[in-house]
């Protein structure tokens, strides 16, 4: 398949990608292996959120990603595994033995009545087991949920429940770092209230006790055994659910963004080789975790689509120590390095001694994604990861998109520090102002919409469309709205400044200010909490929490605790919040609106803007606030 290969090239692709798009991905699509061949490119209507690409086509994802590579490189490692200590070996699997292990594990999913359309939990460790099970599904036509392994019990069946599945895949524990995560022994806890899965199947990893429920856990190596490795791929309709991932919206609970099968594997497919400029032969190492849409699109669809090897890491970026990453590129001769700029930011702080002890002479290009990087990181990486000869591509793109929408061509696009500079072929993004009116020219900022339909764009929320709608295309009628702020610059260039709307990123997380007020409202003491985001050095943004409790604490610290432990619980360690301040009261409006506008400014430390408090309800509360701020 060709790819872009000089700016010219882009500019030219790109005109083609607006003047016809039907044709543009038509030829795009053309050498996937499809059962049928569709009958329409596309039909859409954003007033409706509907949107459907290479109508009537018939085709199974997994025989593009393992049957399609057999004849040409079978032998070669599709994926690369290095474990969390690195004392276990590393494994490699080809393309041939990860097509045999799919095949079985398909089986293992028949032999358990799944079948196609069911919806199929996996809650597991980054082993290679995970991706298995991701393609089985795929290749039985199941719909794979696959819920991040650091969600706790109560996320775990929330996501269960919300979209009925049928079975749950976990392991008995995971390691990440020095510590072990009990995964068996929250999924029993979540599986206390899933009255829809009926079996589930456990792989062991760190043959940690566990409990049994007769009848319905079996071990994964044991139902293993029982089958044969032919399977015959599922034929699936081009607009048929490949998955539903959780993500985190303005409001309430996460939604299930569903993601169909054809679209989405052309898209993953032309993004991974345009934007990295992958080569045959190289390795691409993506740090991100398959419970994230980065895991699934680059991690195992996009590279496996290509024919790449993929290396898969356990880990974490610090452990044993802050040189992990650097010493498994060198180790394993990385090629193409993909992460995030809060990991980039904490091994930055970290020190250069545990850089200069790696080579990084395999490394081409470098990669960056999930929240805005700050100049410095980006120097940083570009000078001492890449030594000023690997060009770094900040990617843009969120889980509702499916693979990357704008970002630079590696080695072909100019980069800016800090800018995701311009849109792949096949993307129109526009600016508006709040009424919704175009912002045209350069120089400008707004808020960040698309215009038209890519082929990986959010097909519905699982079981509530109206909330699709609602979500993304009910605020600027007939354009698809990203929640981000965005500049585009004198060149054209698109810098992305982060969330205009209550939506979070820790970390590269993306948390709803609200999902985590909930989890705050659970401990008995709390009456009422605002949450906000403000500037962290390492983390992007850190949750800040002003909490209302009920009588006098005698012990903050303490009960500072219990609220730690209560967000834990409910959602997980990653939204726990960094700063919890105890107020009297919160700014409202006379509506009873909370101004989170004033607690931002608040939690930044910047009270020269508060702005007008003039219309609260009390305008005292704000003094009282910004006394006690932590
Ligand atoms: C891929 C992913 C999406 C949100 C998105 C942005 C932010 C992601 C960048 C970025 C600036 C980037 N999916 N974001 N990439 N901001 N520059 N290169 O992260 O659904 O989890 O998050 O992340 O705010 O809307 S996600």
């Given at each position: 398949?060709?790819?872009?290969?000089?700016?010219?090239?882009?500019?030219?692709?790109?005109?083609?990608?607006?003047?016809?798009?039907?044709?543009?991905?038509?030829?795009?699509?053309?050498?996937?292996?499809?059962?049928?061949?569709?009958?329409?490119?596309?039909?859409?209507?954003?007033?409706?959120?509907?949107?459907?690409?290479?109508?009537?086509?018939?085709?199974?994802?997994?025989?593009?990603?393992?049957?399609?590579?057999?004849?040409?490189?079978?032998?070669?490692?599709?994926?690369?595994?290095?474990?969390?200590?690195?004392?276990?070996?590393?494994?490699?699997?080809?393309?041939?033995?990860?097509?045999?292990?799919?095949?079985?594990?398909?089986?293992?999913?028949?032999?358990?009545?799944?079948?196609?359309?069911?919806?199929?939990?996996?809650?597991?460790?980054?082993?290679?087991?995970?991706?298995?099970?991701?393609?089985?599904?795929?290749?039985?036509?199941?719909?794979?949920?696959?819920?991040?392994?650091?969600?706790?019990?109560?996320?775990?069946?929330?996501?269960?429940?919300?979209s009925e599945c049928k079975m749950l895949i976990t392991a008995d524990g995971g390691f990440r770092g020095n510590k072990t995560t009990p995964l068996k022994d929250i999924a029993d806890e979540a599986l206390l209230s899933t009255p829809s899965i009926e079996t589930v199947l456990v792989h062991k990893r760190t043959e940690q006790n566990i409990n049994w429920t007769e009848g319905r856990d079996k071990w994964l190596h044991s139902e293993l055994a029982k089958v044969d490795a032919n399977s015959v791929a599922t034929e699936m309709d081009a607009e048929d659910p490949l998955f539903i991932l959780y993500t985190s919206g303005s409001t309430g609970k996460p939604k299930g963004?569903?993601?169909?099968?054809?679209?989405?594997?052309?898209?993953?497919?032309?993004?991974?080789?345009?934007?990295?400029?992958?080569?045959?032969?190289?390795?691409?190492?993506?740090?991100?975790?398959?419970?994230?849409?980065?895991?699934?699109?680059?991690?195992?669809?996009?590279?496996?689509?290509?024919?790449?090897?993929?290396?898969?890491?356990?880990?974490?970026?610090?452990?044993?120590?802050?040189?992990?990453?650097?010493?498994?590129?060198?180790?394993?001769?990385?090629?193409?390095?993909?992460?995030?700029?809060?990991?980039?930011?904490?091994?930055?702080?970290?020190?250069?001694?545990?850089?200069?002890?790696?080579?990084?002479?395999?490394?081409?290009?470098?990669?960056?994604?999930?929240?805005?990087?700050?100049?410095?990181?980006?120097?940083?990486?570009?000078?001492?990861?890449?030594?000023?000869?690997?060009?770094?591509?900040?990617?843009?793109?969120?889980?509702?998109?499916?693979?990357?929408?704008?970002?630079?061509?590696?080695?072909?696009?100019?980069?800016?520090?800090?800018?995701?500079?311009?849109?792949?072929?096949?993307?129109?993004?526009?600016?508006?102002?709040?009424?919704?009116?175009?912002?045209?020219?350069?120089?400008?900022?707004?808020?960040?919409?698309?215009?038209?339909?890519?082929?990986?764009?959010?097909?519905?929320?699982?079981?509530?469309?109206?909330?699709?709608?609602?979500?993304?295309?009910?605020?600027?009628?007939?354009?698809?709205?990203?929640?981000?702020?965005?500049?585009?610059?004198?060149?054209?260039?698109?810098?992305?400044?982060?969330?205009?709307?209550?939506?979070?990123?820790?970390?590269?997380?993306?948390?709803?200010?609200?999902?985590?007020?909930?989890?705050?409202?659970?401990?008995?003491?709390?009456?009422?909490?605002?949450?906000?985001?403000?500037?962290?050095?390492?983390?992007?943004?850190?949750?800040?929490?002003?909490?209302?409790?009920?009588?006098?604490?005698?012990?903050?610290?303490?009960?500072?605790?219990?609220?730690?432990?209560?967000?834990?619980?409910?959602?997980?360690?990653?939204?726990?919040?960094?700063?919890?301040?105890?107020?009297?009261?919160?700014?409202?409006?006379?509506?009873?609106?909370?101004?989170?506008?004033?607690?931002?400014?608040?939690?930044e430390n910047d009270m020269a803007n508060l702005g007008d408090t003039s219309t609260l309800l009390d305008p005292d509360v704000v003094a009282d606030i910004v006394k006690g701020r932590v």
């Amino acid at each position: 398949m060709k790819r872009i290969t000089t700016i010219e090239e882009y500019h030219t692709e790109y005109a083609k990608s607006v003047k016809n798009p039907e044709a543009f991905w038509a030829e795009q699509a053309a050498d996937f292996t499809w059962r049928k061949p569709w009958k329409e490119v596309l039909e859409w209507n954003f007033e409706k959120a509907e949107t459907k690409w290479f109508v009537g086509g018939k085709l199974n994802i997994t025989e593009n990603c393992l049957d399609r590579h057999l004849a040409n490189r079978g032998n070669q490692t599709a994926i690369l595994w290095e474990p969390n200590s690195p004392l276990e070996e590393a494994r490699k699997i080809s393309y041939s033995e990860l097509h045999t292990m799919v095949c079985r594990m398909t089986n293992v999913l028949a032999q358990n009545n799944i079948k196609k359309g069911d919806r199929v939990c996996i809650y597991m460790p980054m082993v290679p087991e995970l991706a298995v099970t991701v393609l089985a599904c795929a290749r039985i036509g199941a719909i794979h949920s696959v819920v991040f392994a650091g969600f706790s019990a109560k996320s775990l069946s929330d996501r269960i429940n919300d979209s009925e599945c049928k079975m749950l895949i976990t392991a008995d524990g995971g390691f990440r770092g020095n510590k072990t995560t009990p995964l068996k022994d929250i999924a029993d806890e979540a599986l206390l209230s899933t009255p829809s899965i009926e079996t589930v199947l456990v792989h062991k990893r760190t043959e940690q006790n566990i409990n049994w429920t007769e009848g319905r856990d079996k071990w994964l190596h044991s139902e293993l055994a029982k089958v044969d490795a032919n399977s015959v791929a599922t034929e699936m309709d081009a607009e048929d659910p490949l998955f539903i991932l959780y993500t985190s919206g303005s409001t309430g609970k996460p939604k299930g963004v569903v993601h169909s099968t054809a679209g989405y594997m052309v898209y993953a497919d032309y993004t991974f080789r345009n934007v990295f400029q992958y080569k045959e032969g190289e390795t691409f190492f993506c740090t991100a975790d398959v419970g994230w849409i980065t895991g699934h699109s680059y991690i195992v669809y996009g590279p496996l689509l290509a024919g790449a090897t993929s290396l898969m890491f356990e880990g974490i970026p610090t452990y044993p120590d802050a040189g992990r990453f650097w010493e498994i590129i060198d180790k394993h001769q990385v090629n193409i390095f993909y992460t995030a700029p809060t990991a980039i930011r904490s091994l930055e702080a970290a020190g250069l001694d545990f850089v200069k002890p790696y080579k990084l002479d395999s490394l081409r290009v470098l990669g960056s994604v999930g929240e805005p990087i700050n100049e410095e990181a980006w120097e940083w990486y570009n000078h001492n990861i890449g030594k000023g000869r690997c060009p770094i591509v900040d990617t843009w793109w969120q889980t509702e998109t499916g693979g990357i929408l704008i970002s630079p061509l590696a080695g072909i696009t100019k980069t800016k520090p800090s800018f995701a500079t311009l849109p792949l072929p096949g993307v129109q993004p526009i600016l508006v102002d709040s009424d919704g009116k175009e912002i045209v020219g350069n120089g400008v900022e707004g808020n960040l919409c698309i215009k038209y339909p890519w082929p990986s764009i959010i097909r519905t929320t699982y079981g509530d469309h109206e909330r699709c709608f609602t979500n993304y295309f009910a605020t600027y009628k007939g354009l698809y709205f990203t929640g981000d702020g965005c500049k585009r610059d004198e060149d054209g260039y698109y810098r992305i400044t982060g969330r205009v709307d209550d939506v979070l990123n820790v970390s590269g997380h993306r948390l709803g200010t609200a999902e985590i007020e909930n989890a705050i409202d659970e401990h008995p003491l709390v009456i009422e909490t605002a949450v906000v985001g403000y500037p962290h050095d390492i983390k992007g943004q850190g949750v800040y929490a002003y909490i209302i409790c009920s009588g006098e604490i005698a012990d903050e610290d303490k009960l500072k605790k219990e609220i730690n432990e209560t967000v834990t619980k409910i959602i997980g360690p990653i939204a726990k919040p960094d700063k919890i301040q105890l107020v009297k009261g919160l700014p409202k409006t006379r509506s009873g609106k909370i101004m989170r506008r004033i607690l931002r400014k608040i939690a930044e430390n910047d009270m020269a803007n508060l702005g007008d408090t003039s219309t609260l309800l009390d305008p005292d509360v704000v003094a009282d606030i910004v006394k006690g701020r932590v």
